[in-house]
């Protein structure tokens, strides 16, 4: 329930916007576009593609001010997820969460996100780079517990999938 209320009010945006920050990022969303009738049989082939995708962030393509406003409205949500004792059994969530917050910390005690030094822009990307993984590892692991228990919440995330193109919440 935890992990499903992360990817409602955080986790699914901030799959987007990270796509925008890596340069090759149709390498991996085209493997990351969700058929309902084979996502259980290909799960650990996509689950291995993402493991093994060489991420190639670049923290000046994407827009950092709105990673930076959307994170810092989601601070206090992020920081409750934090606090909830029930995560010490999911240690890969707990990661992403640390991760997440990390950046986030990093973004909001800079005062101005434009003319940063190279090295700056290039820590930021290792910070995206830290967090983008470890996001769409957790996505899939979701996805794959919605399809076994609720498959209409399922179905609905495969409709908003947030790295389908062609997605539409309309039933087709």
Not at 9 to 37: A, P, R
Not at 85 to 105: D, K
Not at 130 to 144: D, H, N, S, T
Request: contains cysteine; aromatic residues 14%; glycine residues 4%.
């Amino acid at each position: 329930m935890v992990i499903g209320a992360f990817f409602s009010e955080v986790g699914g945006e901030l799959l987007k916007i990270f796509s925008d920050f890596d340069t090759k990022s149709f390498e991996i969303t085209q493997k990351l576009v969700i058929i309902n009738e084979s996502f259980e049989k290909d799960f650990l082939k996509i689950c291995k593609n993402v493991k093994n995708y060489n991420y190639n962030i670049d923290s000046k393509r994407g827009d950092l001010e709105n990673i930076k406003n959307f994170l810092k409205e989601k601070r206090q949500f992020l920081l409750n997820l934090l606090e909830n004792p029930n995560l010490l059994e999911h240690e890969s969530f707990t990661n992403l969460l640390w991760a997440v917050f990390h950046l986030t910390e990093e973004l909001i005690h800079r005062r101005s996100l434009n003319g940063l030094p190279e090295t700056d822009y290039q820590h930021l990307a290792g910070d995206i780079k830290r967090a983008y993984p470890l996001l769409i590892v957790e996505w899939l692991y979701y996805m794959k517990h919605l399809k076994a228990n609720y498959p209409y919440l399922f179905s609905l995330a495969v409709r908003t999938n947030p790295f389908d193109i062609d997605a539409s919440v309309e039933v087709r």
